[in-house]
């Protein structure tokens, strides 16, 4: 059994791997690592999240089996994983073959060689959901009081190293936007002789009637100059 010094030993483990990765993908996939190897008992990791539509995606996982079980999940609409982006902060299933609160989901999941899953909200009180922790065990029907504590504790400082990564990454994308947006408007000031509030006012009328983004008409007059 282990004690809490060694819980707390990779749990500060994994918070410094996730803190090396610099962009959201690697961040992801970085959870999903440390998580395969710090949660005892689980051998396939992956990573959901919630869209801004509301569709929930696999952003990150250990092999192809996570992506179907994840996919069972989201196209049933029941599961640990569902359960955690909507509703709870963890849900556990040991031996899911007698687990008769998805009637749908745990027939089909059984057919993989699914035999228990837990599954951890990524949480943070001021952002609400970031995404789900969902582990997948086919080698054992248990799933013990260790696990998850490691599960809830690693993915406390998960939430936040997403958190963080999203906030650098819409950062980064920000400054993308300003500076393609900044040459579009410089291009329509040359092209059309107009000052840079006309090319601007301009650019947000054709966003508007063409009903497409702002930095999407930018990038595609940057593109047009490019490549004449």
């Given amino acids: 059994m282990n004690s809490r010094s060694d819980i707390g030993q990779a749990i500060a483990a994994a918070a410094r791997s ?7 993908d690697q961040t992801l996939q970085a959870i999903v690592q ?9 051998e396939q990791v992956g990573i ?22 994840d996919k069972l999940q989201y196209d049933l609409g029941e599961g640990p994983c569902v359960e955690t ?12 073959r007698h687990d008769q609160r998805w009637p749908r989901y745990v027939p089909a999941a059984l057919k993989l060689g699914l035999r228990s899953q837990l599954a951890v909200r990524l949480f943070l009180d001021d952002k609400g ?6 582990l997948y065990s086919t080698a054992s029907d248990d799933v013990s009081p260790e696990a998850e504590a490691v599960a809830e504790l690693f993915a406390a400082h998960a939430a936040i190293a997403l958190g963080n990564a999203r906030e650098v990454q819409n950062l980064n994308e920000a ?6 947006i900044g040459q579009a408007v410089g291009i329509l000031m040359e092209r059309y002789e107009m000052n840079e509030e006309r090319a601007f006012a301009f650019l947000v009328r054709a966003s508007s009637h063409a009903n497409i983004k702002l930095r999407d008409i930018a990038q595609e007059l940057v593109d047009q100059r490019n490549a004449e």
């Fill in 34 to 42: 440390v998580a395969r190897e710090s949660v005892p008992g689980f």
């Fill in 48 to 69: 959901s999240t919630l869209t801004k539509d509301g569709k929930v995606e696999t952003r990150a996982a250990s092999g192809d089996l996570v992506h179907q079980l």
């Fill in 18 to 24: 996730i803190s090396h990765s610099q962009s959201l």
């Fill in 85 to 96: 982006l909507r509703k709870v902060d963890l849900v556990s299933a040991p031996h899911l």
């Fill in 129 to 134: 959901t970031l995404g789900g922790l969902n």
């Fill in 175 to 180: 400054l993308h936007s300003r500076k393609v």
